[in-house]
């Protein structure tokens, strides 16, 4: 049954809100907090109970004689508020509500509706019955003794429904302890390709766990995550035929620690050899002692997602890390990941200034070293992950080299205005790549495809090209 109210009779919802609905008509507002809940707790009973029963609920503290006196109070207004004379009937020792008109109770509907989905064990249905819980028991009464036990039934039937009917999203909303549900998610983003997004689950997981039960993830959900980390980065095929290009780029890295660099752009059309170049790039600075962390952008990622990927690259790398930042670094990371949390919250909102420092301190956590931050396609990061990039690069004295890989045409105003500004001040390396000449896309070809291809295979290849 929907959560439309009926035309006659009566609707009581007591899931999310408390609403009252007579003949369509919503009821309100309540004179006495206590009239509205002699109503909600006659709902939740079934619409019966015993004058005792209802005395000991609401004023556990007072006699007998003026319990009672209480309940006959409360009756009067809660059928004044109504506007209907029997909406709240007291005779024969009960307290009953609505005896004479139809009554739908969006828990009973629920409850109902659950009942017969766990029994058929049918995931569509768990579905459908899940839907029908609009909200958590009478928010507004969370401390009532008298909803506690049907809130926690409610919310495990609510759970096993959504485990049953695979709803991980909203499981691990209404459960965030569910550890089967978060590595479902992980699961599900790694099916699709998304494996920054599993690895988010595995944080915000990780973080769950250590707040509030002090424990860690298990090794079925560690070994997930090692699946995840491990797949981030392909080796892709090798840079053929660009020597000359990959030499300039290598000499930017010492030209960042001299303070004579602090972006390293590649630009080229697709298939040009962007990102092998980058790669390259980044094993030189590996070997050579460089904290080194490597992304990619995407026209679906929002304010700061690849320097939240980088950040978590390097946390990953270092459990311990995160525990050497000053606190207010860790409470600016744990607004963007959860792999930083627990920490403090911050004073304010967050701010530009305040995720570029913190990425600073996560790349350079020590006096001395030097950091390699590769953004491929960044022609499709956000203006605001961009801008913070180029600030990052400009304010970093020479130990943070920025390696942004993109496309020329088109390029956002703020990439090509942010790169002719470090032109002018001498602080960018350009590597501009041309297609190759015949003989070098011969060798990529060769290399890259499987087998031993024939020369008319490559021909061919290379006229697709």
Known sequence: MDARPAAEGVRIELLGRFRVLVH?????????????????????????????????????HLDEAAGAANLRKAAHHARRAIGHADAVVLRGGRAELFPDLPREIDVEVFERAADAALRGDDPAACRKAAALCTGDLLPDALYADWTREQRARLQSRLRELLRRGGDWPRLVEADPTDEDAHRELMREALDRGDRPTAIRWYGRLRAVLADELGVRPD???DALYAECVAGLHPAGPDLVGRQQELARAQSALPAAVRGDAAVLA????????????CRRLAAQARDDGWTVASVVATSRSGPYVPLVE??????DRDRELVDRLPVRTRSVLAELTPLAAPAPPLDGPLSRHQVIGALRRVLLPGPDGSALLVVDDAHLA??????????????????????????????????VQGLARLDRAGA???????????????????????GRPGPAVVDALLDLA
């Not at 809940?37 to 004023?59: F, N, S």
Request: a negative charge; zero cysteines.
């Open 219 to 221: 090794r079925t959900t």
């Open 266 to 277: 590649v630009r080229g059309a697709a298939g040009l050899g962007k990102s092998a170049l």
């Open 24 to 60: 369509g008509d919503e009821v309100g507002p309540w004179p006495v907090r206590r009239a509205a809940e002699l109503v909600q707790l006659l709902a939740l009973a079934g619409g019966r109970l015993l004058r005792d029963q209802v005395v000991d609920a609401l004023w556990p």
């Open 382 to 415: 956000d203006a605001a992950t961009l801008d913070a990039l180029l600030h990052l690069a400009g304010t970093s004295s020479g130990r943070v080299l920025v390696t942004l890989a993109h496309r020329p045409d088109p390029a956002p105003d703020v990439l």
């Open 310 to 315: 980088a950040v978590e690259q390097l946390l």
């Open 428 to 450: 960018l390396v350009a590597v501009d790549l041309a297609p190759l000449d015949r003989v070098a896309a011969v060798a990529l070809v060769v290399a890259a495809a499987p």
